[in-house]
């Protein structure tokens, strides 16, 4: 696949509604130029509606590149309009990839689960698990971004590639705006790792495994049985 066109599933300029889909089990990891995509679904300049679907086990990266970064294991979405609601982003990864002219160094990789920018982003009663990356492990937005995540649990998202950051990643991008990053009654649980979230980020009635300042909010171990 080229940088451009590396997913299992790729959408542009189009309006796409998924419903008891499964995507899984796909993998990009060899192209030259400026990675860019998903291993599973890779979004740019569309409306797309995921609605009670699975994204799991999907990764990019660990490719060979000129230069940037390796971003979104699962979902890579652009300068788009994304809706998720009753799905499962769990298992998803994407590694560093190697520059070509100097292939002992390794390039940063961004958004296990998911990757965005210039977007907007809105989750509901969906479950972001078990994802991997060197930065935003779980989510990693950046740019112009409105984000929303309603009723979701965002939990155990290991980061083995680097215990800097956090599983939950804003960068600006060059944006010259203030983002939108709310979360409402959610459950965003690392006990091991911070979760990266800065004073952007609102939470409101959410259970968190590290303080942030907002209504309602508690902490307290979730008990997870898995």
Same mark, same amino acid.
């Given at each position: 696949?080229?940088?451009?066109?590396?997913?299992?599933?790729?959408?542009?300029?189009?309006?796409?509604?998924?419903?008891?889909?499964?995507?899984?089990?796909? =993998?990009?990891?060899?192209?030259?130029?400026?990675?860019?995509?998903?291993?599973?679904?890779?979004?740019?300049?569309?409306?797309?509606?995921?609605?009670?679907?699975?994204?799991?086990?999907?990764?990019?990266?660990?490719?060979?590149?000129?230069?940037?970064?390796?971003?979104?294991?699962?979902?890579?979405?652009?300068?788009?309009?994304?809706?998720?609601?009753?799905?499962?982003?769990?298992?998803?990864?994407?590694?560093?990839?190697?520059?070509?002219?100097?292939?002992?160094?390794?390039?940063?990789?961004?958004?296990?689960?998911?990757?965005?920018?210039?977007?907007?982003?809105?989750?509901? %009663?969906?479950?972001?698990?078990?994802?991997?990356?060197? %930065?935003?492990?779980?989510?990693?937005?950046?740019?112009?971004?409105?984000?929303?995540?309603?009723?979701?649990?965002?939990?155990?998202?290991?980061?083995?590639? %680097?215990?800097?950051?956090?599983?939950?990643?804003?960068?600006?991008?060059?944006?010259?705006?203030?983002?939108?990053?709310?979360?409402?009654?959610?459950?965003?649980?690392?006990?091991?790792? =911070?979760?990266?979230?800065?004073?952007?980020?609102?939470?409101?009635?959410?259970?968190?495994?590290?303080?942030?300042?907002?209504?309602?909010?508690?902490?307290?171990?979730?008990?997870?049985?898995?």
């Amino acid at each position: 696949p080229s940088p451009d066109f590396p997913a299992a599933v790729n959408i542009q300029d189009a309006t796409v509604f998924f419903s008891e889909t499964t995507v899984a089990r796909n =993998r990009v990891d060899f192209y030259y130029g400026t990675p860019k995509g998903a291993g599973a679904i890779n979004i740019k300049r569309s409306h797309v509606v995921i609605e009670d679907c699975v994204v799991e086990g999907n990764s990019s990266g660990r490719a060979i590149c000129v230069l940037g970064a390796s971003n979104g294991g699962g979902i890579y979405c652009e300068d788009s309009c994304l809706k998720i609601g009753r799905s499962l982003i769990v298992g998803n990864s994407v590694g560093p990839c190697r520059y070509l002219l100097d292939p002992f160094t390794l390039g940063s990789s961004h958004g296990g689960g998911i990757y965005a920018v210039d977007s907007s982003l809105q989750i509901e %009663n969906s479950l972001v698990y078990r994802n991997d990356a060197t %930065n935003g492990c779980a989510l990693y937005l950046a740019g112009d971004m409105r984000f929303e995540a309603f009723h979701c649990t965002i939990a155990m998202n290991p980061e083995p590639f %680097n215990e800097t950051w956090g599983p939950l990643e804003y960068s600006p991008d060059g944006s010259a705006s203030l983002p939108t990053l709310v979360f409402l009654n959610s459950i965003l649980w690392e006990p091991e790792r =911070r979760l990266g979230l800065s004073p952007i980020w609102t939470a409101t009635y959410c259970n968190l495994s590290e303080p942030l300042f907002g209504k309602g909010n508690f902490f307290s171990a979730p008990g997870f049985i898995d």
